[in-house]
């Protein structure tokens, strides 16, 4: 593909193939015009870039759609989808930069403003009722490495409020919750950037002062008049149920229903994203992996929870199919983790696809999932 500048971008004009953020998500089919909007919302997000196979038009493509085979009440829906999900992605970009000007705030200053936090959460939940599968996508996206925990912090709240809501948690407490994820990792503000940045082995008095940053994150929160529910998720987010964990090495049922949740979003963003000092797991291989070699240092049922709210298949993992045709997944199944719905993106003839074409395996008789696929492989 060919980077496009995002100041080049022309108001009302058409690109005659998909255009991509980066190298996962699509931010304009080519029926969808480039609006004021998404430019100005590019250059908040400071992406000075695009990336597309096709070429720009002032006007759509005709070849690209036959009137007489595309009924005009697909369309608008279509449309309206488009437009939800320009809504969502735009609401995660800004929930990103809302918490990092938190954070700022209460290192330059000494505030917590809980109630703003409070509303932002409630905003969440919200969002998630209109499509929780489309905001779920976005906690795979790669972000920068210097500024990683923010978009932590984010993706592990998110991920917590799908589980708690697989687990009918009531409004109250997944808003207690999402406020546990969002400030889960606050005590790291009083870890120097050097060791969290390093790509070199920590020694041991190094190692302490990380691991320190449970203790420091509950006494910020309690100085702060938290409750103790809440505060307690950031004393206990990478304690283990078999007792391995820090930093009291407590387990079982003594560690509180939020921490087992937060311990498990965490530990499965934290395997899927870059670090200084690590490379990325492909999700489904990490999903594997939280659901064989480490079950027994989680909560069985959140894992189980985990796996209905992002699937087998993670949200936003490449695939290979039996039809040898190659997609997304696209949405979960509330019935069978194990058969997502498929966006596909390239045909059994290597093409990209530029119209909607979705496979549902639990349906679709004879077609399965192969294996996952890198971003280079499709």
């Given at each position: 593909?060919?980077?496009?500048?995002?100041?080049?971008?022309?108001?009302?004009s058409?690109?005659?193939?998909?255009?991509?953020l980066?190298?996962?998500?699509?931010?304009?089919?080519?029926?969808?015009?480039?609006?004021?909007?998404?430019?100005?919302?590019?250059?908040?997000?400071?992406?000075?870039?695009?990336?597309?196979?096709?070429?720009?038009?002032?006007?759509?493509?005709?070849?690209?759609?036959?009137?007489?085979?595309?009924?005009?009440?697909?369309?608008?829906?279509?449309?309206?989808?488009?437009?939800?999900?320009?809504?969502?992605?735009?609401f995660?970009?800004?929930?990103?930069?809302?918490?990092?000007?938190?954070?700022?705030?209460?290192?330059?200053?000494?505030?917590?403003?809980?109630?703003?936090?409070?509303?932002?959460?409630?905003?969440?939940?919200?969002?998630?009722?209109?499509?929780?599968?489309?905001?779920?996508?976005f906690?795979?996206?790669?972000?920068?490495?210097?500024?990683?925990?923010?978009?932590?912090?984010?993706?592990?709240?998110?991920?917590?409020?799908?589980?708690?809501?697989?687990?009918?948690?009531?409004?109250?407490?997944?808003?207690?919750?999402?406020?546990?994820?969002?400030?889960?990792?606050?005590?790291?503000?009083?870890?120097?950037?050097?060791?969290?940045?390093?790509?070199r082995?920590?020694?041991?008095?190094?190692?302490?002062?990380?691991?320190?940053?449970?203790?420091?994150?509950?006494?910020?929160?309690?100085?702060?008049?938290?409750?103790?529910?809440?505060?307690?998720?950031?004393?206990?987010?990478?304690?283990?149920t078999?007792?391995?964990?820090?930093?009291?090495?407590?387990?079982?049922?003594?560690?509180?229903?939020?921490?087992?949740?937060?311990?498990?979003?965490?530990?499965?963003?934290?395997?899927?994203?870059?670090?200084?000092?690590?490379?990325?797991?492909?999700?489904?291989?990490?999903?594997?992996?939280?659901?064989?070699?480490?079950?027994?240092?989680?909560?069985?049922?959140?894992?189980k929870?985990?796996?209905?709210?992002?699937?087998?298949?993670?949200l936003?993992?490449?695939?290979?199919?039996?039809?040898?045709t190659?997609?997304?997944?696209?949405?979960?199944?509330?019935?069978?983790?194990?058969?997502?719905?498929?966006?596909?993106?390239?045909?059994?003839?290597?093409?990209?696809?530029?119209?909607?074409?979705?496979?549902?395996?639990?349906?679709?008789?004879?077609?399965?999932?192969?294996?996952?696929?890198?971003?280079?492989?499709?």
């Open positions: 593909m060919k980077n496009i500048s995002v100041a080049s971008l022309m108001p009302h058409f690109f005659t193939t998909p255009v991509y980066d190298e996962k998500y699509i931010i304009l089919s080519p029926d969808i015009p480039v609006t004021v909007d998404l430019i100005n919302r590019l250059k908040t997000w400071n992406y000075s870039q695009v990336c597309t196979d096709g070429e720009s038009l002032l006007q759509p493509d005709e070849g690209l759609s036959d009137e007489n085979t595309i009924k005009e009440g697909i369309l608008d829906r279509t449309i309206q989808e488009q437009e939800k999900h320009q809504k969502i992605m735009n995660y970009f800004e929930l990103i930069s809302y918490l990092d000007t938190f954070i700022k705030d209460f290192m330059k200053k000494n505030e917590l403003d809980l109630p703003g936090i409070i509303n932002k959460v409630k905003e969440i939940i919200e969002i998630m009722k209109e499509d929780k599968d489309f905001l779920l996508h906690t795979a996206k790669k972000h920068p490495e210097e500024n990683y925990l923010i978009p932590h912090a984010v993706n592990s709240a998110i991920i917590a409020l799908g589980i708690g809501d697989y687990l009918n948690l009531p409004p109250h407490k997944l808003i207690d919750l999402g406020v546990a994820g969002l400030l889960h990792e606050i005590g790291m503000s009083k870890v120097p950037q050097t060791l969290l940045m390093g790509q082995k920590l020694s041991m008095e190094e190692k302490k002062t990380v691991v320190a940053h449970t203790l420091w994150g509950y006494r910020i929160l309690k100085n702060f008049s938290v409750p103790d529910n809440i505060a307690a998720v950031s004393l206990e987010h990478h304690e283990r078999d007792g391995s964990g820090y930093p009291r090495k407590i387990q079982g049922d003594t560690i509180s229903l939020y921490s087992r949740i937060i311990a498990v979003t965490c530990s499965f963003d934290s395997s899927v994203s870059k670090r200084p000092y690590k490379n990325p797991v492909d999700a489904h291989k990490a999903m594997l992996y939280l659901l064989s070699t480490q079950k027994t240092r989680y909560d069985e049922r959140v894992l929870a985990l796996v209905y709210t992002l699937s087998i298949f993670p936003g993992s490449f695939v290979l199919l039996s039809n040898n190659k997609g997304m997944v696209y949405r979960t199944n509330p019935g069978n983790p194990k058969a997502p719905i498929i966006k596909v993106i390239i045909d059994e003839n290597g093409k990209e696809i530029t119209k909607p074409v979705f496979i549902e395996i639990s349906k679709d008789k004879g077609i399965s999932i192969l294996r996952t696929l890198s971003y280079e492989e499709l």
